[in-house]
């Protein structure tokens, strides 16, 4: 059987999805895999910053109609890229093992802490949500946007002379690329939501597909990815806008925290759930945080 899988072509997106590929070959030894490269409307604007150029979907779109369409079996996307809401005929449900959803900062400074960071000193980020936390730690640092790939912002970010930039750990760890400097706790600097985990997107019906994945989920993730993408779908606060959630598995219980900025004040929250209340807790987190914006208002 021949599996046709959907990718970006960026080196992170193949790589994650050649990672997947092999998994699945491995736990269904019937099975060969063909990568199918779609470039996406993220990949081809690069001039400007996300929030600028569409809000949700810019890195799924095309592969979302190319699964529509019949061209592929499957589409292997990082999970935090994704719009809450699918179109209608596809499904997202399994996740293999989560990577390390916390950001990182690579240090082209010598810090090994946010307060060693110089002051003022100019850190890379194109994400709202890492801008509005890093404010919050180090209001006297510069923050400039950058984008590209991985270790293309690595490159400019030194070339530039900055600080630093900030980075996903998940994306570092898939590449196998070493760095200076230090992690941020999920507490000081809550994830995006779902950051880490892969997205798995099916054809609603396509049940032989759906058979081949069952082999490499990971109950954690797909707990994780249920909570968080609930607290994405209830806040509707897009891809892009200053929030993040993260949830913590353990064993029976698990840790939801969220949070929201708005012009005038930071919101967050924090609920503990049992194994089956993941989306339900995900849901009331985010209804929380926009009952207290509305008060704002």
């Known amino acids: 059987m021949i599996l046709r899988i959907g990718s970006r072509g960026s ?24 990568i199918i490269i779609i470039k996406t409307k993220g990949d081809l604007i690069l001039d400007k910053p996300l929030n600028e150029i569409g809000d949700k979907g810019l890195f799924v779109r095309e592969i979302e109609e190319a699964l529509l369409n019949d061209e592929i079996d499957l589409a292997v996307h990082s999970l935090k890229d994704m719009p809450a809401e699918q179109p209608e005929g596809l499904e997202i449900y399994y996740a293999p ?7 990182v ?13 110089p002051q003022g ?52 760890n898939r590449l196998g690329l070493e760095f200076e400097g230090f992690s941020f706790s999920v507490d000081e600097m ?12 099916t054809r609603a019906d396509d049940e032989n597909t759906k058979n081949l994945l069952a082999a490499i989920n990971d109950e954690s993730a797909q707990r994780q990815a249920q909570a968080e993408r609930a607290f994405l779908r209830y806040s509707e606060g897009g891809c892009h806008a200053p929030m993040g959630c993260h949830c913590a598995i353990d064993g029976e219980t698990f840790g939801i925290s969220g949070f ?21 807790k995900g849901r009331e987190i985010a209804l929380k945080i926009k009952e207290c914006i509305e008060h704002e208002r």
């Open 260 to 280: 929201f900025r708005t012009e005038k004040a930071l919101y967050k929250e924090t609920m503990k759930g049992k194994r089956g209340e993941e989306a339900q």
């Open 121 to 172: 000193g100019i850190v890379a980020t194109g994400s709202l949500r890492r801008i509005s936390q890093l404010k919050d730690m180090r209001p006297d640092l510069e923050i400039v946007g950058i984008r590209g790939n991985v270790e293309t912002r690595i490159r400019k970010a030194k070339e530039a002379g900055y600080a630093g930039v900030v980075l996903a750990a998940a994306g570092l």
């Open 190 to 201: 809550i994830p995006a939501a779902t950051q880490g985990i892969l997205g798995l997107e």
């Open 105 to 117: 900062f690579i240090s082209f400074c010598g810090a090994k802490s946010v307060a060693e960071i």
């Open 11 to 34: 080196k992170l997106a193949l790589t994650q999805t050649r990672q997947t590929a092999k998994a699945l070959e491995e736990a269904n030894p019937d099975l060969t895999t063909e």
């Open 97 to 103: 093992k989560r990577e390390d959803p916390r950001d």
